[in-house]
């Protein structure tokens, strides 16, 4: 990949941007505080914080996207304003934002080159986009054709198009926001190399990433953000992630344990022998069988491919199992519609929020009570009095920080937003929830938040399963960990495991 830059060599670790006294306010909201940020020529900033730390709108701010309220922004020692992410752009300041901006009804080489195609004599040059995404798609070791439609790739597919379309700008700086939330660990190491390759070439990097261990392999210097204020700044050689901990939350910081002290009720989830194929008839899921019983935790682990997205749609009845059953309590629910498993009691939360958890065009309250709706309808009639109760009463719930139920979703924090979509879920009653990467793209505070929320309807009496791509989530929650490689179950674990079996019996390398 070329990069146009200058001598690299004598210039690494100079200030190539510097964010200057940078507040933001939305209304009674202080966003940011007086926040002075730089970002170093030919060097990886990793920028830490919670949900709502202020780190997406100093991002927004650095790429055009939002307007400070205050402050300013030293481009190569000159002030800019940036009137537009296209402004940035063109000033060399790109984005990878952490949900992701595709438009799925595109193949993958219009989305690379969309607003900026590049031109011949008599139209737009298709072959000369094809052949730059195809290196792209090379350089990150993806076999994905350029004509491929976006909405066909899985998600971890999508992030990776969005990131070669960041890295065919070329840019001086680049912000990376939780890139790697939906990638596997030979895709994170893959990007991982492709940074090593940038910044020897004198370009910066902005790295955001809640996979705490995984940030500090890549960053040369550290920054927290906290409530919208820096509250501390090191390089990579004097932190640890007891420093990072500390410096986000206040304090050490674990995601809970099984919840104890109880009793599980009856089987309430059987699976038996459930096979689910690909559209071009490849084994996704081959022949499993698991059952879980009332105020159950079971975790699903297993890295990228080994199924676990396709057993949970299947359950949840979004793909339809070409053979075995699936039990509800004692009724079999194999062949029933999505609508129908949720009235049954099965609800599923969707790997990817943005796209099927959320409406976003929906207020938060209109989000909550989404798929309940049918719960405050008489006579065809909306009783707008008990919709508003249940959404209070789902925001205390689940503990969504927002200004109240008219709210827009897209003003809540990444955490916040996945509170949103497990509230929903909830207020249908269920009597077994799937939760599918419920921590993805959030926040150790906020992953604790989910979790000790997960426990606590556990202590209720309701069944729940949820699956990760990291280990330690395995050993928060979870009273059993079912690892799945290849489609199958590989082993299942009690809650004393060691990490190691764990990600041993998945066929993960163990890199210390």
Same mark, same amino acid.
């Given at each position: 990949?070329?990069?146009?830059?200058?001598?690299?060599?004598?210039?690494?670790?100079?200030?190539?941007?510097?964010?200057?006294?940078?507040?933001?306010?939305?209304?009674?909201?202080?966003?940011?505080?007086?926040?002075?940020?730089?970002?170093?020529?030919?060097?990886?900033?990793?920028?830490?914080?919670?949900?709502?730390?202020?780190?997406?709108?100093?991002?927004?701010?650095?790429?055009?996207?939002?307007?400070?309220?205050?402050?300013?922004?030293?481009?190569?020692?000159?002030?800019?304003?940036?009137?537009?992410?296209?402004?940035?752009?063109?000033?060399?300041?790109?984005?990878?934002?952490?949900?992701?901006?595709?438009?799925?009804?595109?193949?993958?080489?219009?989305?690379?080159?969309?607003?900026?195609?590049?031109?011949?004599?008599?139209?737009?040059?298709?072959?000369?986009?094809?052949?730059?995404?195809?290196?792209?798609?090379?350089?990150?070791?993806?076999?994905?054709?350029?004509?491929?439609?976006?909405?066909?790739?899985?998600?971890?597919?999508?992030?990776?198009?969005?990131?070669?379309?960041?890295? *065919?700008?070329? =840019?001086?700086?680049? %912000?990376?926001?939780?890139?790697?939330?939906? +990638? &596997?660990?030979? @895709?994170? $190491?893959?990007?991982?190399?492709?940074?090593?390759?940038?910044?020897?070439?004198?370009?910066?990097?902005?790295?955001?990433?809640?996979?705490?261990?995984?940030?500090?392999?890549?960053?040369?210097?550290?920054?927290?953000?906290?409530?919208?204020?820096?509250?501390?700044?090191?390089?990579?050689?004097?932190?640890?992630?007891?420093?990072?901990?500390?410096?986000?939350?206040?304090?050490?910081?674990?995601?809970?344990?099984?919840?104890?002290?109880?009793?599980?009720?009856?089987?309430?989830?059987?699976?038996?022998?459930? *096979?689910?194929? =690909?559209?071009?008839? %490849?084994?996704?899921?081959?022949?499993?069988? +698991? &059952?879980?019983? @009332?105020? $159950?935790?079971?975790?699903?682990?297993?890295?990228?491919?080994?199924?676990?997205?396709?057993?949970?749609?299947?359950?949840?009845?979004?793909?339809?199992?070409?053979?075995?059953?699936?039990?509800?309590?004692?009724?079999?629910?194999?062949?029933?519609?999505?609508?129908?498993?949720?009235?049954?009691?099965?609800?599923?939360?969707?790997?990817?929020?943005?796209?099927?958890?959320?409406?976003?065009?929906?207020?938060?309250?209109?989000?909550?009570?989404?798929?309940?709706?049918?719960?405050?309808?008489?006579?065809g009639v909306l009783s707008g009095r008990r919709e508003k109760a249940r959404v209070e009463a789902s925001i205390r719930d689940v503990t969504v920080k927002t200004a109240g139920?008219?709210?827009?979703?897209?003003?809540?924090?990444?955490?916040?937003?996945?509170?949103?979509?497990?509230?929903?879920?909830?207020?249908t009653g269920p009597r077994v929830i799937l939760l599918d990467e419920p921590s993805r793209g959030i926040d150790i505070g906020a992953k604790a938040e989910v979790f000790r929320?997960?426990?606590?309807?556990?202590?209720?009496?309701?069944?729940?399963?949820?699956?990760?791509?990291?280990?330690?989530?395995?050993?928060?929650?979870?009273?059993?960990?079912?690892?799945?490689?290849?489609?199958?179950?590989?082993?299942?674990?009690?809650?004393?495991?060691?990490?190691?079996?764990?990600?041993?019996?998945?066929?993960?390398?163990?890199?210390?």
């Open positions: 990949m070329s990069h146009k830059q200058r001598n690299p060599a004598l210039l690494k670790g100079e200030i190539v941007l510097a964010a200057r006294n940078i507040s933001k306010v939305y209304g009674s909201t202080h966003a940011l505080k007086g926040v002075n940020f730089e970002i170093r020529r030919g060097e990886v900033t990793t920028l830490f914080g919670e949900n709502g730390a202020g780190k997406s709108t100093l991002m927004k701010i650095l790429s055009g996207v939002v307007t400070p309220t205050a402050g300013e922004i030293v481009l190569n020692g000159e002030v800019k304003v940036f009137s537009s992410a296209t402004d940035a752009r063109d000033c060399g300041v790109s984005i990878i934002h952490q949900e992701l901006n595709l438009a799925p009804n595109m193949n993958v080489r219009d989305n690379l080159f969309i607003g900026r195609e590049i031109m011949k004599t008599g139209g737009v040059d298709y072959a000369e986009e094809a052949r730059i995404t195809r290196h792209l798609m090379a350089a990150l070791e993806e076999d994905i054709d350029p004509l491929t439609p976006v909405e066909n790739l899985r998600l971890g597919q999508q992030q990776i198009v969005e990131i070669a379309r960041a890295l *065919s700008l070329n =840019s001086q700086i680049l %912000i990376m926001d939780e890139p790697t939330s939906a +990638l &596997s660990a030979s @895709e994170v $190491e893959v990007l991982f190399q492709i940074i090593r390759d940038l910044t020897s070439q004198g370009v910066a990097i902005v790295y955001i990433s809640h996979h705490l261990e995984e940030a500090l392999e890549i960053t040369d210097r550290a920054v927290v953000l906290r409530d919208g204020v820096m509250t501390a700044y090191a390089r990579r050689e004097e932190i640890d992630l007891e420093w990072i901990v500390r410096n986000m939350v206040g304090d050490h910081f674990d995601l809970g344990s099984p919840p104890a002290g109880y009793d599980f009720g009856p089987v309430a989830l059987t699976l038996d022998q459930i *096979s689910v194929k =690909s559209k071009t008839g %490849i084994t996704l899921v081959d022949n499993l069988s +698991l &059952s879980v019983r @009332e105020g $159950e935790i079971v975790c699903i682990y297993g890295l990228m491919g080994a199924g676990r997205t396709e057993l949970l749609e299947c359950v949840a009845g979004r793909l339809r199992q070409s053979d075995g059953t699936i039990r509800l309590l004692q009724d079999d629910v194999s062949r029933l519609s999505i609508a129908d498993r949720i009235a049954a009691g099965l609800a599923l939360v969707p790997e990817d929020r943005q796209r099927d958890g959320l409406v976003q065009t929906m207020s938060v309250g209109q989000n909550l009570t989404l798929a309940s709706i049918g719960a405050f309808v008489r006579r139920g008219e709210a827009a979703i897209g003003s809540l924090s990444g955490g916040n937003q996945q509170k949103v979509v497990i509230g929903k879920m909830l207020a929320l997960l426990a606590d309807n556990a202590r209720k009496g309701l069944a729940v399963i949820y699956t990760t791509s990291e280990v330690g989530e395995c050993l928060s929650i979870a009273h059993r960990i079912v690892v799945m490689s290849k489609g199958r179950i590989a082993a299942i674990f009690d809650s004393t495991v060691s990490k190691e079996r764990i990600m041993a019996a998945s066929g993960e390398s163990l890199v210390a």
